[in-house]
């Protein structure tokens, strides 16, 4: 993840604005609120610090349900738990190439992320806490391809720059983000460019290698996403007060890993291939120049690395899990990823403010 300090220009631009709102009690825009005063107790128990957090984490389950939400309609399992869309056999077939149970994955992760957004918003207003509702920016268009609802979304899954970094960090043995260390990606050519991860509509679905393509940049971006959340839960959880919050964090955010290595693993499957319609490449990750143990697809647990102090032994860790900036970094990498494209100005602004909220939570004694 990259850090504040590097924000795009759509979540930096007006910051100084919103500051000022933010002092003035007046919140973020829109229908998310970030009004309490910092540390003001809530009516029934949490700081409001500990509210802002979890806000933010709603915030980010609920960006994340809605992207779920239109993979597993083109290619999950459309049913009673996860309801909408009819499915693309041929989207869902090139899917099967990474692991034949891609679908009911993607159908079990986006479930997750609905019951994670629903608990966080219940516990809020349990304790008193403003809720988050971003529905009234689900304004981004829906994939044209047969299977897909045509509703209003909040993310895009249409134009990604995916950042698969974590390949090569989570295989360290030497390297830390929270160092300052920064790692090669696994797939180069999907850092730069705009790529589907969805079939834009029923053109998409041919030729094979280009609906292989997409099913490919949706297998990264799937591992891209959860290694967020990985990061983010454990980042926030140093900065909460109340025990039961602290729970809270602990019991989702290791959810998250469990999705990010069943991705990390089945992402390894992707064929290597190029797309004849705009060259994007997929390398062989286990041939050189890459192979060697910091590629090879087998590898899907973290190896030990440096953490807290070099003078420390090597630890199976997490990382990043720095604390400062861990929303707005989380925002960052998003809005990064291509997924907010063609959003509103105002979006860019709650999105900045519940951001902003959650960094200047700071643990109470
Ligand atoms: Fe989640
Ligand atoms: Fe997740």
């Known amino acids: 993840m990259e850090r504040a300090s590097k924000l795009p220009n759509r979540l930096a631009s007006r910051r100084s604005f919103l500051r000022a709102g933010l002092a003035l009690g ?75 149970d891609m679908p009911q994955y993607i159908h079990d992760n986006t479930e997750d992320e609905l019951t994670h957004f629903r608990f966080i918003n219940a516990y809020l207003a349990s304790q008193g806490a403003k809720t988050v509702d971003l529905d009234k920016f689900r304004t981004l268009p829906s994939s044209k391809a047969t299977g897909a609802q045509q509703i209003g979304r909040l993310t895009n899954l249409m134009q990604l720059t995916v950042d698969t970094s974590y390949w090569t960090r989570y295989r360290s043995r030497t390297k830390n983000p929270d160092f300052g260390d920064t790692f090669p990606p696994a797939v180069p050519d999907l850092a730069h460019g705009k790529f589907p991860a969805i079939p834009r509509s029923d053109k998409d679905l041919t030729p094979s290698d280009h609906i292989q393509a997409i099913a490919n940049t949706a297998g990264f971006h799937f591992a891209f996403i959860e290694q967020g959340g990985t990061s983010l839960y454990p980042s926030l959880a140093q900065r909460v007060t109340s025990p039961e919050v602290l729970r809270i964090l602990l019991s989702i955010g290791p959810t998250e890993t469990m999705h990010f290595q069943t991705w990390f693993d089945k992402a390894g499957n992707a064929p290597p291939l190029t797309d004849p319609t705009n060259g994007l490449t997929f390398p062989d990750l286990n041939a050189p120049p890459l192979g060697g143990e910091d590629f090879q697809t087998n590898l899907i647990m973290p190896e030990p690395t440096i953490f807290l102090r070099r003078t420390f032994p090597v630890v199976s860790i997490i990382r990043p899990t720095e604390t400062k900036g861990a929303a707005m970094a989380a925002a960052t990498g998003l809005t990064a990823d291509g997924l907010f494209i063609g959003q509103s100005e105002e979006f860019f602004d709650v999105l900045r403010g519940l951001a902003e909220a959650a960094d200047a939570a700071r643990k109470e004694s």
């Open 26 to 100: 007046a919140g973020a825009a829109g229908t998310a609120f970030v009004g309490l005063p910092a540390f003001a107790k809530t009516q029934s128990g949490i700081n409001a610090g500990d509210a802002a957090i979890l806000r933010f984490l709603a915030a980010a389950e609920i960006l994340e349900t809605d992207l779920w939400q239109q993979y597993n309609e083109l290619g999950g399992v459309q049913d009673g738990e996860v309801p909408g869309g009819s499915g693309s056999p041929t989207y869902t077939k090139a899917l099967e190439v990474l692991d034949g």
